[in-house]
């Protein structure tokens, strides 16, 4: 059993396990921070982004100053940004037969795999996941083809320029990797890949293993996955949550006795309570109201955003905001609020009950029947004739590179009555923040993270048990700002297995039962070849042979191998050790015959002749039966 | 007993005899048994038996085998106990027998309804009532009770367990009272028996393996030398001592916490400290046997006590300081605040033994905490008290605890990730740093303290309750916090503090949860109390956005936060630091007067604290003179009375009675003495009449709103407005002479007007009294016994022997009337 870890991003993962002849893609999680080294794409023209000067370098050679500009001491790449994918050179992802999705956010790079790799599979995913996913994804491919720009910078990435480059531009991993924004098209026909399922739901792959979503309580219709074979149980557990937030909650009782659990998708904030955090949104957001100022949230347009509204709810009364209006902006914003209120049976308990009173789950309806909440598919049109100030904008894209966001940084980020409050924990932001400086404007920094916690998920595996756990190696060490805090890691025995970007980790248990039914009569030989396609039936793996190849038994003594060998005219033999066996070097016939405890390898080069002889007299060593 | 309850006892008797009657509930039988107590207490336990044969009957009764309740027989049992408590009264009942009968093996003790614990319970109580005299301790030996006794100190039953403990006590107090007495060098060989026998049992339960049993006998010996300093305890501890101290040498110690009990009781009983000379070794002794958690609380008691030998004090605060050194140590502060901690404690403990695991590290934090937390006050503390290093580590833990500390070691990283976000932690070592701030500290060291109470006051990771604790141990911070010479100003240092502070205030203002509002108004109302006429202060807060938001908060939906925020307003507007906006960014040009505004909460408030705080700010607006009140007095007090008169919280109208109070005060020329710094009106010349005296207090209509609190269905409001008439009443008799005694027909109609009003007819108002009248109607009106007849309890007519009675019969007479209608 390996695992092929194609991402570094320890929330946004994308692995592939084989397991059981089966290749399964665990989440295809789009690494977006590389769009913080673009200049952000204004919706309307910005003098001041388009006389940002040119980059040169040290010695004044200004050759790269089109596709480099500089802003408050950073440098930024003037170009259409670019997101960093996924490994694709790792392993061949067209071999890849199905891959799960445990949540909208790890889903984004999925029409890079399923349209650029050969993918020929199935995708499973929860039906909000789907709706939401497509939501996002529409909304990414809107905000970017809705400013389109001529420029595409790649001069840059050329690895003897990009040394050159002052930091991060310098230290950007893989930057030739990097690609632009997936098309509508694109995502539809990625999306229509994709089969539904509901949690607890048995899907049989291939007869050989079965995978199973379960609730995972950090996102409407989020799941983790279990991968079972009749004697083998993989948990893979991806973004998850403890808190009474809105999905339904999390399913752990049957994520226990996994023989191995793979943890992804932790809180990126373990520092920060998202109780703590709302609270200070909720402040902040006030304070700056009451002083004649305009509130701006990036945000996406799904998730967070649903509890924020809520709690704006409760709170916006009390603290005598009643009249300020809330703005959500976005292309998707209406269906983004209309999906969450029907999606019934992905919610909490609670949520549930309220639809058989019937009352809308989320209280966000009430927000906007009262014309409190607005919400506009963009700046433009309806929008600008409603507008009043000071009010409170909820719009994307949090990293701060493009959708209306662009705008409203530009409009209030001169006045330090206004304040922008950052509330998604994907994107660091002071870097979102950079090419806008200088920047009067008050920032608070208010991550609000739903996913589990170093405590919550040490009660976690002291519960379910496994009897090994692979995660990312950043979950293993204490953040390295914080290197004292030893409980901000996972502390389990025996201690997790990390994997890193385009790592191959051989799984650490061995398969030891298998369950085969024996037929009195044998098998029929298929009578057609069976395409490339579902081919991994064991049934298919049987070469075309006429007799039934008798199973050979023993292991091969090395010593009398080797005269066996001198006997029939091999006289410049060559014996080394190797931690697993031995390697019989010979020499002349530029051939190895590798012997391992449980597999022997003749390499030579392209004499078949001698490589069945030297068949043959291994095979003499060995029992038939 | 008065002849209407010698009627209904025969009845109630025979009630309690039939098993087919109900019984009352426990509390009637309780009640019952306390009335026969104070009965027997006050006359001849003799006379009521002869005087009542129904209770002799009663007794004899129960002892039939018959179905009777176990409470009844428990009641018996008790009952026959206090009447045996008189030595005559037990010769009587000895005579017929009925003691061993009750008592005796022949009695309850042997049948079916002695598994009742209410009965083992009577019993144990009986015996200890009847306890009392010596024929009582032949009369238990003779029945062999004392064996009972040993046994039912294991009952299952804690009650029962604990009380049979204490009769053991009992007993062998009172068998030592006569024999002993005077004769401390007595060996115990020449004990009664009752005594010596029980003296065994201690000794055999101290031998005992079994650790229940040595709980036991530790728990009567923690009794008896903590209720009797008698010589013979002496005797008794000289005899025992040496098994107790065998019990240390066992490991672990069992029975830690008794023994600990146990120890101290002895340290603090002035006859066994001052003679027995192993007593200080054995404390030593047992400091260092017992686990850091078992001897926290040793440690504390042996601080606490007046006379203490130096080395063991000394060894018992090093134990109570281990985990703060352990925490000091692990996270390697500066080697001077450690020595200064470990002082006399030997070998350093280390964190991985002292602090093993989570629970048990927050466990003996807090615990050590709050220790020195009780000890911090008392004049017998340790000298020289080691501030700077509790200091140290309290603000290292809270900084442990907020995962700001960044430990170096490996011990400190696993105390870091023990202790980061724990609410329980936080809040005990706030409170302690709370404490601390009554001595001083190094310079650096207080920086360190303001900085952590700003950390946690800042940190929107604070829950609310730690969050209140911070604010409270900031004020007292800032408040210990040296004033600068020759001004009364807060001292740079603090200013500086402040200037952080400020900004922070509103945000928790703003929080969504109304804990953190009320705990922020709170906060600002002592700061606004103690610092609200310095300039630096009043420069600070009138800069930020406190006050504006403050007043917002009058509004807001939680009543405790609007009551918060009245009270906060009113020290504002006292202070004069209220902001009226008038910029065109706040249209709505005329601001509502805050007078106006509170009048509305007291008038329209839903709930009760928003509109007792208002009362409260008025009531210390008239005590001070306030701008706003001063300009119309009688105005402001005749409204506030007229809104206050019709609250239905009788706090309201009780806070009513206080301001008309003030205002009487000040209107008959006696200046406040609450407050002898405030600002007090200028007081018109005494009154030349008594009638120009009163006109003011009739303009207020302050008599119609006293009368009316005067016959208040709420007691205290009642009382209250007698106090207060009774008080005017002598006023105006300091006027001399009987001046103007009105009208006679006014008079009457006023008084036939109040005397509707104390039937419970309250709607007709008395209109404008003449001062006169009023005068009139004080002097006619018996206020003296309306206060003796309001001093009593409002349910001593139910509470009377007789109505008891009656309770008892009544519930029974309704089930006689069902079974007559059935037949």
């Not at chain 1, 390295?480 to 650490?508: F, G, K, N, T, W």
């Amino acid at each position: 059993m390996k695992l092929y870890c194609l991402s570094g991003h320890p929330t946004l993962p994308c692995n592939v396990l084989k397991f059981k002849s089966t290749t399964i893609m665990l989440d295809c999680g789009l690494d977006m921070t590389s769009t913080l080294n673009f200049l952000p794409l204004p919706l309307v023209q910005s003098p001041r982004l388009s006389n940002l000067p040119g980059w040169s370098l040290k010695d004044g050679n200004a050759f790269l100053d089109k596709e480099l500009k500089e802003c408050s001491g950073h440098v930024f790449v003037d170009s259409v940004p670019e997101f960093c994918l996924p490994e694709t050179e790792l392993i061949d992802l067209s071999t890849v037969d199905v891959i799960l999705i445990s949540n909208y956010h790890c889903m984004m790079a999925l029409p890079y795999i399923t349209e650029h790799t050969g993918f020929t599979g199935t995708v499973y995913a929860t039906e909000p996941t789907v709706q939401i996913g497509r939501l996002l994804m529409e909304e990414l491919v809107n905000f970017i083809e809705r400013v389109p720009k001529a420029q595409s910078a790649s001069l840059w990435k050329n690895k003897d320029i990009q040394r050159l480059l002052p930091s991060p531009l310098k230290d950007a991993v893989e930057v030739s990797t990097w690609r632009r924004c997936y098309t509508m098209q694109e995502v539809n026909s990625a999306l229509s890949k994709i089969q539904l399922v509901g949690y607890s739901q048995k899907i049989e792959l291939f007869g050989a293993v079965q995978v199973t979503p379960l609730s995972s309580g950090y996102a409407l219709g989020s799941s983790n996955w279990i991968i079972q074979s009749h004697y083998e149980k993989v948990s893979y557990v991806s973004g998850s949550s403890l808190l009474t937030t809105h999905p339904q909650p999390m399913d752990q009782a049957s994520l226990k006795n996994s023989d191995v659990l793979v943890l992804t998708g932790l809180t990126q904030i373990p520092t920060a309570n998202p109780d703590g955090m709302v609270g200070e949104f909720c402040s902040n957001l006030a304070l700056t109201v009451r002083n004649g100022g305009n509130v701006l949230v990036p945000c996406y347009p799904s998730g967070v955003i649903y509890d924020l509204l809520e709690c704006l709810y409760q709170y916006i009364d009390s603290a005598g905001l009643s009249n300020i209006p809330f703005y959500f902006i976005s292309p998707v914003a209406n269906s983004s609020l209309e999906f969450s209120q029907i999606f019934a049976e992905w919610l909490c308990h609670n949520k549930q009950t309220k639809v058989y009173l019937p009352e809308p789950p989320f209280p966000h309806a009430e927000l906007i029947q009262t014309n409190k909440l607005k919400h506009y598919p963009s700046l433009h049109g309806d929008f600008s004739s409603d507008f009043r100030q000071p009010c409170v904008v909820f719009t994307g894209h949090p990293s701060l590179r493009f959708g209306d966001v662009v705008h409203f940084m530009e409009l209030w980020g001169k006045s330090s009555l206004n304040t922008v409050i950052f509330t998604e924990p994907d994107f660091s932001y002071l870097e979102a923040l950079a090419p806008y400086q200088p920047l009067a404007m008050k920032c608070i920094y208010c991550p609000i993270d739903t996913r589990l916690n170093f405590i919550q998920v040490s009660k976690l595996l002291k519960e379910v048990q496994p009897l090994h756990v692979v995660c990312p190696e950043q979950y293993t060490q204490p953040p390295p700002a914080q290197s004292h805090r030893m409980d901000l890691m996972i502390d389990c025995q025996p201690p997790a297995m990390s994997y890193r970007r385009a790592e191959v980790l051989a799984l650490p248990f061995k398969r030891r039962y298998e369950k085969i039914e024996i037929m009195p009569e044998p098998p029929p030989r298929p009578t057609q070849p069976t395409g490339g396609k579902k081919r991994k039936r064991a049934s298919d793996d049987i070469p075309d042979c006429k007799v039934l190849k008798p199973l050979l038994s023993g292991s091969i003594p090395v010593e009398q191998f080797v005269q066996a060998l001198e006997k029939h005219g091999f006289s410049d033999i060559k014996v080394e050790d190797t931690a697993k066996g031995h390697i019989v070097l010979l020499q002349e016939a530029e051939t190895l015959i590798q012997i391992e405890e449980d597999s022997t390898h003749i390499i030579c080069d392209n004499d078949e002749m001698l490589r069945v002889r030297l068949r043959d007299l291994v095979l003499k060593f060995l029992q038939k039966f | 007993m008065d002849p209407e309850c010698s009627q209904l006892l025969p009845a109630l008797c025979s009630v309690l005899a039939d098993p087919r009657q109900p019984v009352a509930d426990d509390t009637c039988l309780e009640k019952l048994l306390d009335w026969f107590k104070t009965i027997t207490e006050a006359g001849s336990s003799l006379l009521l038996l002869q005087e009542n044969p129904c209770l002799l009957g009663l007794l004899c009764h129960v002892l039939k085998p018959q179905d009777l309740s176990p409470r009844v027989l428990s009641f018996s049992l008790r009952l026959a106990g206090m009447l045996a408590a008189q030595e005559d009264c037990f010769q009587y009942l000895q005579q017929g027998e009925l003691l061993p009968r009750l008592f005796g093996e022949a009695g309850p003790l042997g049948g079916a309804a002695w598994t009742a614990p209410s009965v083992r319970s009577g019993w144990i109580q009986g015996l200890r009532s009847l306890a009392r005299h010596p024929s009582a301790l032949c009369f238990l030996a003779d029945c062999g009770a004392v064996d009972t006794i040993f046994s039912l100190q294991g009952d299952s039953s804690l009650f029962v367990a604990s009380a049979a403990g204490q009769l053991l006590v009992h007993i062998l107090g009172l068998s030592l009272q006569g024999p002993a007495e005077g004769h401390p060098g007595l060996q115990t060989g020449d004990w009664p028996v009752c005594a010596q026998k029980i003296v065994s049992h201690i000794e055999e339960s101290l031998r005992s393996a079994a650790t229940p049993q040595i709980t036991q006998a530790l728990n009567v010996l923690t009794t008896t030398f903590g209720h009797c300093h008698d010589p013979w305890t002496q005797v008794l501890w000289g005899r025992l001592s040496p098994l107790v101290a065998c019990l240390l040498e066992k490991d672990p110690v069992p029975a830690a916490h008794s023994l600990v009990d146990l120890l101290l009781s002895v340290a603090r009983s002035p006859v066994l400290s001052s003679s027995s000379s192993g007593l200080w070794e054995t404390l030593a002794q047992t400091l260092s046997h017992l686990s850091p958690t078992q001897a926290g609380p040793l440690a504390l008691g042996i601080l606490k006590l007046q006379e203490c030998p130096q080395v063991l004090r000394a060894q018992a605060f090093a134990v109570l300081l281990q985990p703060l050194t352990c925490v000091l140590e692990a996270t390697a502060q500066a080697p001077g605040l450690l020595d200064s901690l470990d002082g006399t404690g030997g070998a350093s403990v280390t964190v991985d033994t002292l602090l093993p695991s989570k629970a048990a590290c927050v466990g003996l934090l807090c615990r050590t905490l709050a220790h020195l937390e009780l000890l911090q006050p008392l004049p017998q503390r340790p000298s020289p008290w080691p501030q700077a290093p509790l200091l140290g580590a309290t603000v290292t833990i809270l900084r442990l605890c907020s995962g700001s500390a960044t430990p170096t070691s490996d011990a400190g990283g696993h105390l870091c990730a023990f202790l980061v976000g724990c609410v329980r932690v936080q809040r005990a070592a706030l409170d302690f740093l709370g404490t601390l701030s009554q001595g001083t500290g190094p310079r650096e060291l207080v920086t360190q303290v303001f900085a952590v109470l700003l950390e946690y006051l800042t940190s929107p990771d604070s829950s609310p309750t730690v969050l209140k604790k911070a604010f409270q141990a900031t004020f007292r911070w800032l408040q210990s916090s040296p004033e600068t010479p020759g001004c009364s100003d807060l001292d740079p240092h603090a200013h500086l503090f402040l200037r952080e502070l400020l900004p922070v205030l509103p945000k928790r203002l703003c929080s969504p949860c109304w804990e953190v509002r009320d705990s922020g108004l709170e906060f600002l109302t002592q700061m606004i109390g103690r610092w609200g006429g310095q300039a630096g202060f009043r420069r600070a807060l009138l800069a930020s956005e406190v006050p504006e938001l403050t007043e917002q908060l009058l509004r807001d939906p939680e009543s405790y936060v609007r009551a918060s925020a009245v009270a906060a307003m009113g020290q504002l507007s006292s202070q004069g630091l209220r902001v009226t906006p008038a910029s065109p960014e706040h249209p709505g040009g005329q601001q509502k007067s805050l007078l106006a505004e509170l009048l509305h909460i007291l008038s329209t408030d839903s709930e009760g604290f928003p509109r007792r705080a208002v009362m409260h700010v008025f009531t210390q607006w008239l005590r001070d003179g306030h701008a706003d009140v001063a300009g119309d007095t009688e105005r402001f007090v005749a409204r506030v009375l007229q809104v206050a008169s019709q609250d239905l919280d009788w706090e309201v109208r009780a806070q009513g009675l206080e301001l008309a109070l003030v205002f009487l005060e000040q209107t008959l020329g006696r200046p406040s003495s609450h407050c002898p710094y405030a600002v007090t009106p200028p007081v018109a010349a005494p009154p030349s009449s008594l009638a120009q005296a009163l006109r003011p207090l009739c303009r207020v209509q302050l008599f119609e709103f006293a009368f009316r609190a005067l016959f208040d269905c709420d007691r205290p409001v009642a009382q209250k407005s007698c106090d207060l008439l009774l008080f005017l009443r002598a006023q105006t008799a300091s006027y001399g002479g009987p001046q103007g005694s009105g009208s006679v027909p006014e008079v009457a109609s006023v008084e036939a007007a109040l005397q509707r009003w104390q039937a419970g007819d309250q709607g007709q108002p008395l209109g404008y009294l003449e001062p006169e009248v009023v005068v009139a109607v004080l002097r006619s009106m018996d206020l003296e016994g309306l206060r003796g007849a309001l001093a009593e309890s409002s349910d001593r007519v139910e509470k009377s022997p007789q109505s008891l009675l009656q309770d008892v019969l009544a519930t029974v007479g309704a089930l006689g009337e069902d079974e007559a209608d059935c037949y």
